[in-house]
Nanobody, 122 residues
Framework: QVQLVESGGGLVQAGGSLRLSCAGS????????MGWFRQAPGKEREFVAR????????YSSDSVKGRFTISRDNTRNMVYLQMNSLKPEDTAIYYC???????????????WGQGTQVTVSS
């Protein structure tokens, strides 16, 4: 089992940057693909980015591609989301998630953090 705690959210002006951090606990952290999701008011939770166990492969949604970068440090049980060129539509609660990758199956998150608020003002 993995416990996840996000930090780094806040209020930023459009065009600015934020770096979200996610601290994981548990000896099995490095076994999990890690991801970031977000949920804006009145909308469903959506996928933002994912990084594989080794960190060699990363995936992101079209809405953030070229602006957001996911990374991880397995020695520190940490996952990061660097967010640049932020837009008001990026305003949401951002969640860190962990899930095992199973070949042939769509990746899904099994463990979630409590979320951190990101607000982008215009």
């Amino acid at each position: 089992q993995v416990q996840l705690v996000e930090s780094g959210g806040g209020l930023v002006q459009a065009g600015g940057s934020l770096r979200l951090s996610c601290a994981g606990s548990g000896r099995t952290f490095s076994m999990y693909d890690m991801g970031w999701f977000r949920q804006a008011p009145g909308k469903e939770r959506e996928f933002v980015a994912r990084i594989t166990v080794s960190g060699s492969n990363m995936y992101s949604s079209d809405s953030v591609k070229g602006r957001f970068t996911i990374s991880r440090d397995n020695t520190r049980n940490m996952v990061y989301l660097q967010m640049n060129s932020l837009k008001p539509e990026d305003t949401a609660i951002y969640y860190c998630a962990a899930g095992l990758f199973v070949s042939g199956r769509t990746w899904k998150a099994d463990y979630w953090g409590q979320g951190t608020q990101v607000t982008v003002s215009s």
